[in-house]
C-alpha cells in the first residue's frame, strides 16, 4: 500500500480548503466548491478515486465536513480508540484520527487497522479494556440495524422549515432507510443545546497551548505560533493570535 500527503489548512485550524502553503484545494464535484476542511486534499483525492480511503483528523468536524462536502464515509472515532501519536494537536483532548472512504466497507477495514493500542498514547488503552470490543466491520451484516434505538436530534439535522431541500430529502431518505432495515427512530431534543456547544468550544482556550506543545516536541524553529503568525506567512483568517490564545 502507497501513502501520499495531500493538502490541508494551516495546522488543520480551518473547515475549508484553504493553505497559505499550498493555495487552494478545490471540491473535485464541482471546481468552483469548496471540499471542506481540515483534511481537504485527503478527502478531494479519495472522492477522485486517486486513493481507496484517506486519514483525516476531527476535532470539531474536520472528517465529518469533508465527507458531507465530498460525498464520502467519514467515522470520527471516539477518542481513545486511535493513536494520536504523530498528530499535531489542535485541542488535544477532541482531536481524533479517522478514516474517510468511498464506502462503509472500506471506512470500517481502515478504522480496523488503525485501532489498538498505543504506548505512545496511553489513551488508546481504554479501547483494550473488557468487555473484548467488536472490530469495525461486526455492524455491517444487513440485518445489524433490527432492534437498534437510534435517537434523530433534529437540531442538527437540515430537516426543518427554511433548510436545503435537496439535503433534507437526503436525510429523510436516509432515516427511512434505517427505519425499513429494522431501527426504531427517536426524535430527541437537547435543551439549550446551542449554549453548551459554545461552552465546550474549546479552540479559543486551548488551541495555543497545544499547537506550541506539538512545535516544541517537533523541534520545528518556532515554539509559539504567535512567532509564526509574526512572519506574516499565516494564511491571514488564521492569524489571530487571540483565536488560539489561553
Keep these: ?115 489498538g493500542w498505543d504506548p505512545d498514547d496511553p489513551v488508546t488503552a481504554l479501547a483494550n479494556l473488557p468487555p473484548h470490543r467488536l472490530t469495525a466491520q461486526d455492524p455491517l451484516p444487513p440485518e445489524a440495524l433490527k432492534r437498534a434505538r437510534i435517537g434523530v436530534l433534529r437540531q442538527v439535522c437540515a430537516t426543518v422549515p427554511g433548510d436545503d431541500p435537496d439535503v433534507a430529502r437526503v436525510v429523510e431518505e436516509g432515516l427511512t432507510a434505517m427505519r425499513e432495515a429494522g431501527a426504531s427512530l427517536i426524535d430527541v431534543g437537547i435543551p439549550r443545546l446551542s449554549d453548551l456547544l459554545h461552552q465546550t468550544f474549546m479552540y479559543l482556550r486551548q488551541s495555543r497551548r497545544d499547537i506550541n506543545h506539538s512545535l516544541t516536541r517537533s523541534g520545528a524553529p518556532f515554539t509559539d505560533i504567535a512567532e509564526i503568525v509574526a512572519t506574516g506567512e499565516l494564511r491571514p483568517t488564521d492569524a489571530n493570535p487571540t483565536a488560539t490564545a489561553t
Design 1 to 115: 500500500m502507497s501513502c501520499r500527503k495531500t493538502a490541508l489548512p494551516d495546522f488543520a485550524m480551518s473547515w475549508h480548503g484553504h493553505s497559505s502553503r499550498s493555495g487552494v484545494t478545490r471540491n473535485p464535484y464541482d471546481l468552483s466548491r469548496d471540499p471542506g476542511g481540515s483534511s481537504s486534499g485527503t478527502a478531494a483525492a479519495v472522492a477522485v478515486g486517486l486513493a481507496m480511503a484517506g486519514v483525516g483528523t476531527d476535532t470539531g468536524g474536520s472528517i465529518r465536513v469533508l465527507a458531507f462536502f465530498c460525498g464520502l464515509v467519514g467515522i470520527r472515532p471516539t477518542v481513545g480508540l486511535v493513536s494520536r501519536h504523530g498528530v499535531t494537536a489542535l485541542v488535544r483532548e477532541q482531536d481524533s484520527p479517522g478514516p474517510l472512504a468511498r464506502s462503509v466497507a472500506d471506512a470500517a477495514t481502515v478504522l480496523e487497522a488503525m485501532t
